[in-house]
C-alpha cells in the first residue's frame, strides 16, 4: 500500500515556527510533494524532495528520511495568511500520478 | 497562458443524470488527471493519461469515463449521477520533468 499519514489539524500562533509531519510507506518511493491549499481553492506546490535532507525556500522548508518513510513541512515566522490546508503527495515508481494524504488544517491565531 | 481550464465551475444534479466536465490545457503538456476531493479530505484519483489516445484508471474510477482526443483536452464523463459523486473534482497535469501538478481551479458538483 501508499498508506500516508499526517496530522488533521493543528494551530499555531502568529509568528511562531510549526512543523507538520508525513509518514508513509516506503515501497515504490519515487518522491515527496508538499501542498498548499487554501479554503476553496486548488492546491499549489510549495516543495518537492527525493533525496534526503532539507530544502530550504523562504519561511518554508521540507524535510525527508527516505529511510524512515518520513517527511516535515516547517513553516516560520508564520502569518494569518498561511491558515490553510497543507497536502503531503508522493511520487511512485512507474507511475506518474501522485498519490495524496488527508491533509493538515492549519489554524494561526493572533 | 491560461494554464488548465476546467468547466463548469459549479453544478448541481439530479441523481440519474449525465453530464461531462471539461479539462482543457494550454501548455501542451502529455500527463493530464482528474483528482476529486471530499470534504475535509485528500484527493483521490479517478482517471489519468499519458497523452492523446492512451487513459488508464487510479483509485476511484467506477461511475466515471474518459477520453483522451487531443494533447489539450481530457473531459470526465459521469453516467448515472449518484449523491456520492458529489465532490470537488480537479483536473491536473504535470510536466516530464519531477511530476509537479498544476491544477485548474476545480469544478464543484452536487447530486441531489
Known amino acids: 500500500g501508499q498508506n500516508i499519514d499526517q496530522p488533521t489539524e493543528m494551530t499555531a500562533t502568529e509568528g511562531a515556527i510549526v512543523q507538520i509531519n508525513c509518514t508513509y510507506q516506503?515501497?515504490?518511493?519515487?518522491?515527496l510533494f508538499w501542498y498548499q491549499q487554501h479554503a476553496g481553492e486548488a492546491p499549489t506546490f510549495l516543495s518537492y524532495?527525493?533525496?534526503?535532507g532539507l530544502e530550504e525556500k523562504g519561511r518554508f522548508s521540507s524535510f525527508l528520511s527516505r529511510s524512515k518513510g518520513y517527511s516535515y513541512l516547517l513553516l516560520k515566522e508564520l502569518q494569518m495568511k498561511d491558515s490553510a490546508s497543507y497536502l503531503c503527495?508522493?511520487?511512485?515508481?512507474?507511475?506518474?500520478?501522485?498519490?495524496f494524504g488527508s491533509g493538515t488544517r492549519l489554524q494561526v491565531q493572533p | 497562458n491560461a494554464g488548465v481550464t476546467q468547466t463548469p465551475k459549479f453544478r448541481i444534479l439530479k441523481i440519474g443524470q449525465s453530464m461531462t466536465l471539461q479539462c482543457t490545457q494550454d501548455?501542451?503538456?502529455?500527463?493530464m488527471y482528474w483528482y476529486r476531493q471530499d470534504p475535509g479530505m485528500g484527493l483521490k484519483l479517478i482517471y489519468y493519461?499519458?497523452?492523446?489516445?492512451?487513459?488508464d484508471k487510479g483509485e476511484v474510477p467506477n461511475g466515471y469515463n474518459v477520453s483522451r482526443s487531443t494533447t489539450e483536452d481530457f473531459p470526465l464523463r459521469l453516467e448515472l449521477a449518484a449523491p456520492s459523486q458529489t465532490s470537488v473534482y480537479f483536473c491536473?497535469?504535470?510536466?516530464?520533468?519531477?511530476?509537479?501538478?498544476?491544477f485548474g481551479e476545480g469544478s464543484r458538483l452536487t447530486v441531489l
Open positions: 491536473a497535469i504535470s510536466s516530464v520533468g519531477t511530476g509537479e501538478l498544476f
Open positions: 516506503t515501497s515504490g518511493f519515487n518522491g
Open positions: 524532495n527525493v533525496l534526503d
Open positions: 503527495a508522493r511520487a511512485n515508481t512507474g507511475r506518474r500520478a501522485l498519490t
Open positions: 501548455m501542451n503538456h502529455n500527463y
Open positions: 493519461s499519458v497523452g492523446a489516445g492512451i487513459t
